[in-house]
């Protein structure tokens, strides 16, 4: 029942920006961590940014200072904005969220069906 839906990917030209948006349901259901990974063609999946409940947030070393994730609580979403884009962030960019399941009894992870960011030169 837990789902995880990204939006607002898209073709950009070199410098420009986006902002990504992943949306939780159900409203009620609350994540551990919660952040972004990407994935370009051949290469393997990286962690971009997360944010914890307690609000500490990291970045990885290729987009610190450019991009910045954030979340609003009372629309359960968190957000993506991606600055001074470069080619090299293109990539399919993915919502996780950590969360403890009861049903397996240890912690899960949650994943979107992911959003196509292409960056032109």
């Known amino acids: 029942q837990v789902r995880l839906v990204e939006s607002g990917g898209g073709l950009v030209q070199a410098g420009k920006s986006l902002r990504l948006s992943c949306a939780a349901s159900?409203?009620?259901?609350?994540?551990?961590?919660i952040g972004w990974y990407r994935q370009a063609p051949g290469k393997q999946r990286e962690s971009v940014a997360a944010?914890?409940?307690?609000?500490?947030?990291n970045y990885a070393d290729s987009v610190k200072g450019r991009f910045t994730i954030s979340r609003d609580n009372a629309k359960n979403t968190v957000y993506l904005q991606m600055n001074s884009l470069k080619p090299e962030d293109t990539a399919v960019y993915y919502c996780?969220?950590?969360?403890?399941?009861?049903?397996?009894?240890?912690?899960?992870?949650?994943w979107g069906q992911g959003t196509q960011v292409t960056v032109s030169s």
């Open positions: 996780k969220g950590r969360a403890y399941d009861s049903s397996e009894g240890m912690e899960s992870d949650y």
């Open positions: 159900p409203n009620t259901f609350s994540f551990n961590t």
């Open positions: 944010i914890r409940r307690g609000g500490s947030i």
